[in-house]
């Protein structure tokens, strides 16, 4: 197996690259995420962590009941079990968020 993976050859969805760890004999997944403008997934939650990296835009992620605003630079840990969901806000988007399993597991809360 190759030790480097292009980003380029990765699974895409429409607002971000796929890294299945269980594709790559790795024990984390992640996200690589490149939202617009008032756009990013509905409630869910995982039996696991979740911790995002916001590298560009800002970002109001709603973590149970608290809405938190998070920037470039910030690093939001979400408990395992906890539903969360984001909206990007302004022009430009983009985090990491990895998932420490080598499968993610997603259980959507609403449509």
Known sequence: MTP????????????SEIFNGHEHAAPV????SHHRPDTGPS????????????????VLFTLGDEEIEAGPGDIVVVPAGAPHKFVSR?????????????RMETEWMEG
């Open 43 to 58: 409630l869910h939650r995982h039996d696991y962590e979740e911790v995002f990296i916001v590298e560009e835009g800002d």
């Open 90 to 102: 302004g022009a430009t988007h983009r985090h990491i968020s990895i998932h420490p399993v080598p």
């Open 29 to 32: 997944s992640l996200f690589l």
């Open 4 to 15: 480097v993976i292009k980003v380029a050859d990765l699974p895409k969805g429409e607002n």
